[in-house]
């Protein structure tokens, strides 16, 4: 897969990218990822996370590194 990452704008994407409503608030929100926003674990974001325990614990490293 060839992706330019999720909050890429311009940049090659997935094909369901378009229309995932965590890229679309993350573009919006202008956060490099969920893990910079100040909403983290949010309702959206938690629903998908039950489903990729390896993307939550990747976000979850990068908050860290972001308090210290």
Known sequence: MTCDGCTTVGGR????????????????RGVANC???PD????KLTAFL???PAAKANLDAIRVT???
Request: aromatic share 10%; with cysteine.
């Open 50 to 52: 039950t489903q990729a």
């Open 66 to 68: 972001l308090v210290m």
């Open 35 to 37: 893990a910079h926003c």
């Open 40 to 43: 983290y674990n949010c309702d």
């Open 13 to 28: 994407l997935g094909g369901y990218c378009p229309f995932c409503e965590i890229r679309t608030c993350g573009v919006g």
